[in-house]
């Protein structure tokens, strides 16, 4: 089976510009999440979902980030507008019904912001 | 508070073992996960714990005591490759289905 597919790989943003990192989860996987992963650090969960609904998006800055999944597959995380802070790799996991103790990560995206 | 602790680094012989370390806190233990991130790559899923005791998967082992909010990731017969950083993750009532990640501890395998 295909793997959950990020894009872009990289990103390199001045201070206040916009940016979009999409996700393709594992196909029949029900849930989707988004971490943010600072240099040498774990990931830390901004946004999951379970099919399109958002189950927690309580550690998603909301005045500058935003995250959809409109029809239950792929996802959108956008920064509307980038600080240097933000400066990180992205990662989309997904995981099936009933084996949320597994996680599939995609690649990544690597985001720096000068 | 609700937190995953790991040391940042470790360092072993190739031939040997290492014993990487987590312990964690939480409000109401829903299993842990191990997995191994080589460098800029992302993580991969190695071993799932949720009873107490060692779980034995050949060259991967897990141990779990949940009294004392505590696990280990068990590698032997170190090779150069195993060189990565692993990463713990914590399940818990308070956080649903997602997990919450330790900061990974840094294993380098030397000759």
């Known amino acids: 089976e295909a793997g959950v597919t990020q894009s872009p790989r990289y990103a390199v943003l001045q201070e206040g510009q916009a940016v979009s990192f999409w996700c393709d989860p594992i196909s029949g996987h029900d849930t989707l999440y988004w971490y943010q992963q600072p240099r040498d650090q774990g990931p830390q969960l901004l946004v999951y979902?379970?099919?399109?609904?958002?189950?927690?998006n309580s550690q998603l800055p909301s005045d500058r980030f935003s995250a959809v999944r409109p029809k239950g597959t792929n996802s959108t995380l956008k920064i509307q507008s980038a600080k240097q802070g933000d400066t990180a790799t992205y990662l989309c996991a997904s995981s099936r019904l009933g084996s949320a103790e597994t996680l599939y990560f995609g690649s990544g995206t690597r985001l720096t912001v000068l | 508070g609700q937190g995953v602790e790991q040391p940042d680094n470790l360092m072993s012989v190739e031939g040997t073992f290492a014993r990487v370390n987590c312990t964690y806190s939480?409000?109401?233990?829903?299993?842990l996960s191990w997995y191994q991130q080589r460098e800029g790559h992302a993580p991969v899923f190695l071993s799932y714990?949720?009873?107490?005791g060692l779980k034995d998967s050949g060259h991967f082992s897990t141990f779990l005591s949940r009294s004392n909010g505590y696990s280990y990731l068990l590698l032997t017969e170190l090779q150069i490759k195993d060189s990565a950083s692993y990463l713990c993750a914590v399940r818990d009532r308070g956080s649903g289905t997602y997990q919450r990640f330790g900061t990974g501890t840094k294993l380098q395998v030397v000759p």
């Open positions: 939480t409000s109401g233990f829903n299993g």
């Open positions: 979902f379970r099919d399109e609904a958002v189950i927690d």
């Open positions: 714990v949720v009873l107490d």
